[in-house]
């Protein structure tokens, strides 16, 4: 990549990543484009959708996520690391505010550029899931779609102003609802 579209290229990641951190995740790639001080025309040769943008920012992120699972998989007690694993994912989708919709979306379009790295994230919690299930840790009436389900709900509660305060409440009455009683 030449020199000044890799600068355009981290100019609209740096734009898009604080749209995303203060809420703007329904601004269009129009005002990415302006706000980052580029043409449109510049934008679309780089990005050229929404979920294009998204997996662009979040794609490091998710591949994180996914290393992270890998090493809760090898240590700690299997309910221990899927809280943990739960914990790390819905801090994720909350920085990114708004953009759950969108990831949770894309586990079922094909198509969407988010697919990929969604459903990847989505099979790293599975892999935890089922180990705290075979262990006997962890509801054995769960699958990743729900697991995927419960982490769009508790970043939603997450996003919200009024929720904000309970959301580790919230997340710890959810965890609790999952793991196998005694």
């Known amino acids: 990549m030449r020199a000044d579209a890799k600068k355009n290229y981290d100019q609209i990641l740096g734009v898009a990543r604080d749209l995303l951190a203060t809420g703007g ?45 890998g090493e809760l998989e090898r240590t700690g007690s299997s309910d221990a690391a899927l809280v943990a694993w739960l914990r790390e994912v819905i801090a994720l989708a909350h920085r990114y505010s708004g953009a759950i919709r969108s990831m949770v979306a894309a586990i079922e379009d094909e198509d969407s550029a988010l697919h990929a790295s969604c459903v990847a994230m989505k099979d790293a919690g599975t892999r935890l ?13 769960l ?26 409440h919230i997340f710890m009455i959810i965890t609790d609802a999952i793991l196998a009683k005694p």
């Not at 484009?33 to 979040?58: K, Q």
């Not at 899931?129 to 840790?137: P, V």
């Not at 699958?143 to 580790?168: E, I």
């Open 25 to 69: 995740a329904d601004a269009s790639l129009r005002d990415v484009a302006r706000t980052a001080g580029v043409g449109l025309g510049t934008m679309y040769r780089h990005f050229r959708t929404r979920e294009a943008l998204l997996e662009a920012l979040l794609r490091t992120s998710f591949d994180r996520l996914g290393i992270r699972a």
């Open 129 to 141: 899931l089922l180990r705290a299930q075979a262990e006997g840790t962890v509801r054995s009436d």
């Open 143 to 168: 699958d990743g779609a729900d697991l995927f389900a419960l982490v769009g709900a508790l970043a939603w509660v997450t996003d919200q102003p009024v929720l904000t305060q309970r959301s580790d």
